[in-house]
């Protein structure tokens, strides 16, 4: 889902990127799998670290960061993103 609403709104300074909290070898298997075009980081188990300073008290996964152009936090979710939650995002930032 989050692919596909990557691909439509790519052209319009939309970027996504993905955070793996995960092994390395694990994030290249689910990779091949499932190719994204948009970057994917390995932030390893630091992410955890790295999740709560952005909003993530308990650590949990997944957790949805979307910043404005200027850098701030604009909205968070923790649970399963929705594409309702992205296009109302989207919506809200434009």
């Known amino acids: 889902m ?10 319009k300074g939309l970027q996504v990127l993905g955070l793996a909290i995960d092994q390395p ?3 290249r298997r689910f990779l091949e799998r499932q190719p994204l075009t948009f970057p994917v980081a390995l932030a390893g188990l630091d992410g955890t ?11 949990s996964l ?10 701030r936090i604009f909205n ?9 939650d992205l296009l109302a995002w989207v919506s809200a930032a434009s």
């Open 2 to 11: 989050i692919e596909a609403f990557w691909r439509e709104h790519a052209g």
């Open 62 to 71: 997944p957790f949805s960061v979307f910043f404005s152009a200027d850098g």
């Open 25 to 27: 070898s694990a994030v």
């Open 49 to 59: 670290e790295l999740s709560k300073s952005l909003g993530n008290a308990s650590g």
């Open 76 to 84: 968070k979710k923790l649970g399963q993103l929705t594409r309702e």
